[in-house]
């Protein structure tokens, strides 16, 4: 069973910075992207970004400029560096993970909050 368990959550001023890590228990070579979403109260989960084997990225128009993924040498363990938090980046965010090309993978989520 793959588990992928997230840190790095929690309150931050507008401005302010936060990283997120996601480490998952399984061999880098099963993984072909991992990808980091967010759910805000009341709305759906969005993309926030994506990275993933060779080490392409993607991100949402939103967070362009402030936030960057990457992954460590082992590439088992994803990161979200956020920068410049805004409010409307409070949310619930979750980690996920493609395996074996066909098996999604998600981690418990961790919460976020830009709050003055």
């Known amino acids: 069973q793959v588990q992928l368990v997230e840190s790095g959550g929690g309150l931050v001023q507008p401005g302010g910075s936060l990283r997120l890590s996601c480490a998952a228990s399984?061999?880098?070579?099963?993984?072909?992207?991992m990808g980091w979403y967010r759910q805000a109260p009341g709305k759906g989960r969005e993309v926030v970004a994506t990275?993933?084997?060779?080490?392409?990225?993607n991100y949402v128009d939103s967070v362009k400029g402030r936030f960057t993924i990457s992954r460590d040498n082992a590439k088992t363990t994803m990161f979200l560096q956020m920068n410049s938090l805004k409010p409307e980046d409070t949310a619930v965010y979750y980690c996920?993970?493609?395996?074996?090309?066909?098996?999604?993978?998600w981690g418990q989520g961790t919460q976020v909050t830009v709050s003055s």
């Open positions: 990275i993933t084997s060779g080490g392409s990225t």
């Open positions: 399984v061999n880098s070579f099963r993984i072909s992207s």
């Open positions: 996920n993970a493609l395996v074996d090309l066909t098996k999604l993978y």
